[in-house]
Each structure stands twice: as structure tokens, then as C-alpha cells.
């Protein structure tokens, strides 16, 4: 089981003192522990420092997850004492690639270099205008290799190399005035199920004990959730459900449009068939015998189209799990070839191909000849009727769900965004060395690195930012010892902090509601969003207030989204660049010709840094809306296989009708009605047909629309709105479908009609 707090931001997670106090006293799980894998400590090898990507794990990691070892033990209670020997697990491929697979590297000692912030600027300990690190060197003796298979608790944020036990190493780690944010993980005790580990959850943990506990976020729920499995984020987990869950039943209501549509056409055959099968029925034929060459013709049908349709899945198996909606599900490994699929869609063609030779089964009505030449006109039955309704019913939900979706992204990109990105593209630089220089160093390179990019020919300006609009917000959690001079709204805050120079708001048009940029003279700046000055002052107008205890506001920014639209603007703080930034720079030249250019002036020298990438920005801010652009792909594509399908599934019953009523139609051509007089007939009587289905379908869309609103689309896609458009669409839906039909009924000639009859 995976117990955390389900996230809007996409940051889900526990506190330390959550986990413990949830360990020690939960009745519906043998144990949970708290994962932390932020600590990266470098290992010494061939005279370089490489950093290691850890989990820390608290008390019952090994008894709960029980993860596979190869070599030695886990960690158990005692090494999770403070006065216990400092032990760690090694990954397979630590072992193979820094210790050649030694035959003894249990009980062998491995270094392990921390760089930890010893002080943030402003805080007790720190009266210097930067933050303040140590480098701590502790050595640990290896108790176990896992195995092979096991990569990572969450193998999707990467590769682990080493497990420690986080009481062990928290003294040493312990970042001040940062609070962690843990995934848990747990085993269901005997006798329990998700229900009771939710009910446990719900009953223990109220909003003011997960408040007590750290974990009350404006930005999240605060209600704890379990789900099953091992999951990085139980709010991402939901979310992928629901995307699955809405996957399926579009291609639920699509199979059911798809039965329906063949039963229909088989049965519009039935007419032009009347004479064969009166004429088998004369010469002996028996109920039996039709019914097994109906169920044979459709049961041929259903397996060709059945099979075309596995080719096609194989290829939808691989595309499906490449979509961005689905980028953070943890797929199990299942093959269409699976057995069990196989099984699945063996049942459902058989199901189906007895649905669609059920129709005309019942259409049809054993008769002779002589029954069969007197019929004059033939309305639509019930079976006609409920199956055009549902077509119709289908299709304008299933519309309707992409229509929302549509208008969701339409909103979102013609929005306002309160800045611009036009020519502006991000170089992605390494920075993890510069850490190592003096500040009066760092300031100098930076200096160096913007003037050489700015010298480049085709470049307008250059800025520098530590994140850029588009990318997931990074929020933190601050208590009220990174504020002493403030009274935080429920003792915390959470806000995006982001480091800028002073010419990141201009070069992104961003707008000040109060006071200015930095300026070279300012002693310890920052600017904060108005979101920010409301939360910690009540008003908008705070320049000169003092922030963190001795920063002070030199300006306040109108709130943007730099994040995705949906999401609420968190409060941000922006300070000048230091340690770690992207340069922005503003050019007409494409990311390739920019990073040529920059590439001949690292080569030649000229210039010192490591480009990891080069976007446009553009593309970077559109990239968050691959989601919302998957989703419309797939109920585009749903929507329109429906569509398509309730258009020939409408016209095959027209066409029914119009072919067992010709000798109604023959007989009205010849007493006087003209073509366009039998074409309104035929189109008054497919509008009167399927005005049931358009009025529910209407009602229906309407009500899927508002079950999305919330989850899926924001509330400015309008239900009524939608539900407008589909009825609209629904009747322009009918009208062309039944059009084929008229034209038909309309070339009606009486005499020949009537001599074969």
C-alpha cells in the first residue's frame, strides 16, 4: 500500500513525524516507512567525486516493502538507532561498477561525501548574505546488495544506488528551515482491506492533526489517501485511473455503438431479401437452418473485423502508454498476446457476434410470398427505435466529453498569460561545479557567461533565471523559524521560490504592481508575487517589509501562472541568481543555431560551460498541456469513430425502412406525390425517429460535461454550452444521415414497383 496526500501540483507526500506516529499506531497495517530520495552524496573514484542517488528509509522500510537481496541483510531496527553503526545497502550496479562484484564486499567501509546547507541567509547561524554549506565525509560499513531487479522504490524518479537509514543520517543531512516531503509505504495486516486502511486513515488524521503533523498544504488535500501498490504520488495515481477509466468507458460506448450499427445494417438488408428467404421457407427451409445462415454470415463478419481489429491493437498496446496523460502511470507489463486478454476478446466476439445476428433474427418474420407482397409501408420496430437512440444517446456524450475538452484548451491558449515568450529561448547549462568556487568566483563566471552569450551575433539580451515559465513548480514548505519577524497563517508556509537577475521581468514582460526590479546596490532583495504579500501582509503594498527575517522587498509582481492554468497561483519569491540557473536569451535564431554558435565558442575557449540543452521557451510552456492535447486526442478519435458510426448505423435503418415501405411509396408516387413531397416524408419520419435519442442525448451531455468539471476541465467550459453545440450537431447528425434515404424515396417509379409485385 502507498498512504499520502493527494496533490493538485503534483507533489504529494508525508512528513517524518507523520510516518512515525502512523507506524506506531496503525492496527490495519503490519508497518509503514517514509522513503526520501533527495540526497544524492558523491563517491570518490579515479580521483572524481560521482553523486550516488539515495533513498533514505525509516524503521520497517525492509520489513514492509520487502525488497529482494542478493548479497548480505536489510536494514533492520537496530541500525536505525542513533547510537548504532553507520550501515548502508548497496545497489547491483554500485557493486558491479565501484567494487568489481567483490566477493567481500559485505562488512567492507565506503565513504560518502554530503554537502549540506549549514545555513539559509538571515537565519541565527547565518549572518552572511548567501547560504552557508560544509562538505561532512562519513564512512559506512556495506550489510547488503540488493538485487538485480530492484532499481528503486519508484523506479520512474530514477535509479537507486544506496538505502540508508534516515535516522542515522538525518543529523547530518538536515537542511534548516526546509521541511522533507516522504513517500510511505506499508503491508496490509491480516484481515485488512484498502477500505479499512482508509477509514483508519480518515478517523486518526483530521485536518488538525495532520496540521500538528506538518502536512496541512493550501495546495493539496488534506486528506490522506491509500491506494494499492507501490506509487510515487497517490494523487498521480488517481489521476492515471481516471484517465484509464475514461479511456474505457469511451470504448465501451463505442463497442456498443459499433454492435448496433451492424445489427442495423444487417437488418436493412432484410427487405431485399424477403423474396430469397420466402422462397427457401416455400421449398422446405426451417427455422433452424435460417438462423444458423444469419448467425454464420454475422459471426463471419464480427471475426474478420475482430481480427483486423488485433492487428490494429498491437500497434495502439505500444501508443497508448507513450501518451503524456499516461506519462506517470507505472504500467504493468501485459501483452495483447496474453492469454488472458485473448480469453477476454474471444468471449466478447462471440458476445458480439451473437448481439449482431440477434437483430435481424428478430426482424426478420418467418412468411410466404403472397404475406410478403402485400405489405405496404413498415414503421420503425422497438428494437429499431432503442438501437437508433442509443447511437444517437452515445454519440453526443462521447462528443460532448471531447467538445470539453477542446474548449478546455482553446481557454487555456488564448488565456493571458501575463508575459511573453516570443523569441526567447532557455540554455540549460551544468552548473554542480561552480558550487565549488568562492562567491566573488561564481559572480565573475556568471558575469563572463552573460557577456559572451549577449556578444553573439543575432542575440538581443541575455537573463538569468533558475526556472522558467512551464516547468513544474517546485514548492517548499518553510516553518515559522524561517520567519521570525512574520506570524504565518496556520504556522507555515508553502510557497515556489525562484532565483532571477534583474533583467528576467523586463525580458518577460512581467508587470510590477509595486516597486522595481534589483538593482546593483540592493543588500539582500527579493521580490514576491501579490499572492505572496497578501498571505503574509493582507495587502499588496509591502515594499521595504522585511522577508526571512532580513531580505528585503524591493518590488511586488503582478500574479501569473508559471505553472500549468489549472493550478492555483502558489505565493513566490523571487531572489537574485547565485548557484544554479539557465541562461534565457532572446534571439531569432532556432535552438539548434544558437546552440551551434555557443558550442564554437566552448570549443574555442571563449567561453566556460556545459550546455545540457536549448529550447524554445515556447515549446517548454506548451509542453505542459501534452496532457490536455492526449486527452483530446483520444475522445477526438473516440468521438468521431461514434459519430460515424450512429451516421451509417441511422442511414442503414433509413434505408430499412425506405426499402420495406417502397410499395407504400410507390403507390403515394402514383396517385400524385412528387419526389420532393416522398423526400420530406422519409425526412420528417428519421427527425421523428430520432427525437427521443436527441433530446436524452442532450441531457446526457450536458450531465457528462458537468461530472468533468472539477477533475478533468476547468469551470469555464460551459454544460449548457456544450450540450447547445451537440444538440445542434446531433440534429445536423440525423438530417445527413437520412438524407441517402430521401433522395432515394424521392426516385421512386410506381410502375415497375408495382408490376414485380
Known sequence: MTVGLASELGIGGVTEPWVADYHASTATLEGIAGIDAALAPTIERAGERMPLRTELVT???????????????????????????????????????????????????????????TGYPGSPTNNTPEPTY??????????????????????????????????????????????????????????????????????????????????????????????????????????????????LAGTVLLAIVAACNASLFLLSRAPGRRRELGIRVSIGATSKRLARQLVSEASLLVVVATALGFLISLWLAVSLRELSVFQDVRWRDLSPLDWRVLGTLIGLT????????????????????????????????????TAGTAQ??????????????????VVFATADRGFSLEDLNVVRIITFRDQALGRPERNALRQHRREAVGALPGVRSVALASQVPGEELRITRAGPEAFPNLELPGGELWRAGFSIDADFPEMLG?????????????????????????????????????????????????????????????PMSFVPVDLVYDLLVLSEHTPAELRSLLQQKIDAGELDMEIESVERLEDVWNAQFAADRARIQMSATAALLVVLLAAFGFYGTQRYLVNAG???????????????????????????????????????????????????????????????????????????????????ARGTAPAPLLREE
Open 350 to 385: 462471440a458476445l458480439l457476434g451473437v448481439l449482431v445476428s440477434l437483430a435481424p433474427m428478430l426482424g426478420l418474420r418467418r412468411q410466404g410470398i403472397a404475406a410478403a407482397a402485400r405489405t405496404m409501408s413498415t414503421r420503425a420496430g422497438w428494437g429499431q427505435r
Open 662 to 744: 417502397r410499395r407504400e411509396y410507390a403507390i403515394r408516387a402514383a396517385i400524385g406525390a412528387g419526389p420532393a413531397a416522398l423526400g420530406r416524408l422519409v425526412l420528417s419520419r428519421g427527425l421523428a425517429l430520432s427525437l427521443p435519442g436527441i433530446a436524452l442525448g442532450s441531457l446526457l451531455a450536458y450531465t457528462a460535461v458537468a461530472w468533468l468539471r472539477g477533475d478533468f476541465v476547468t469551470a469555464e467550459v460551459s454544460s449548457l454550452g456544450v450540450a447547445a453545440v451537440i444538440t445542434l450537431a446531433m440534429l445536423v447528425l440525423v438530417l445527413s444521415a437520412t438524407w441517402g434515404p430521401s433522395v432515394q
Open 510 to 570: 512581467l508587470q510590477f504592481v509595486h516597486g522595481r526590479a534589483f538593482d546593483p546596490a540592493d543588500t539582500n532583495p527579493v521580490i514576491v508575487n501579490e499572492t505572496m504579500a497578501r498571505t503574509l501582509w493582507g495587502r499588496p503594498d509591502v515594499v521595504g517589509e522585511l522577508y526571512r527575517g532580513r531580505d528585503v522587498i524591493v518590488g511586488v509582481l503582478k500574479d501569473v501562472s508559471f505553472g500549468h492554468p489549472s493550478r492555483p497561483i502558489p
Open 59 to 117: 524503521t520497517g522500510f525492509f520489513e514492509s516493502l520487502r525488497p529482494r537481496l542478493q548479497l548480505g541483510r536489510g536494514l533492520g531496527a537496530p541500525d536505525h538507532r542513533l547510537d548504532s553503526e553507520l550501515v548502508v545497502v548497496i545497489s547491483d550496479e554500485v557493486w558491479r561498477r565501484h567494487f568489481d562484484r567483490a566477493d567481500d564486499i559485505i562488512g567492507s567501509q565506503v565513504e560518502l561525501a554530503f554537502t549540506i546547507m
Open 134 to 247: 560544509e562538505d561532512v565525509i562519513q564512512s559506512y560499513r556495506i550489510v547488503g546488495v540488493m538485487s538485480p531487479s530492484m532499481r528503486g522504490t519508484f523506479e520512474r524518479q530514477g535509479r537507486t544506488a544506496l538505502w540508508m537509514a534516515y535516522e542515522r543520517v538525518a543529523p547530518a543531512v538536515a537542511s534548516p528551515g526546509v521541511a522533507r516531503s516522504w513517500n510511505s509505504v506499508g503491508r496490509l495486516a491480516d484481515g485488512a482491506t484498502l477500505a479499512t486502511v482508509q477509514t483508519e486513515l480518515d478517523s486518526r488524521y483530521p485536518s488538525e492533526r495532520t496540521r500538528e503533523l506538518g502536512m496541512m498544504n493550501p495546495f493539496t488535500s488534506t486528506r490522506l489517501t491509500a491506494v494499492e501498490g507501490v506509487v510515487p504520488s497517490p494523487g498521480m495515481l488517481r489521476d492515471g485511473k481516471r484517465q484509464v477509466g475514461l479511456f
Open 392 to 409: 444517437v444517446c452515445i454519440a453526443a456524450v462521447v462528443s460532448a466529453v471531447a467538445t470539453a475538452f477542446v474548449w478546455q484548451l
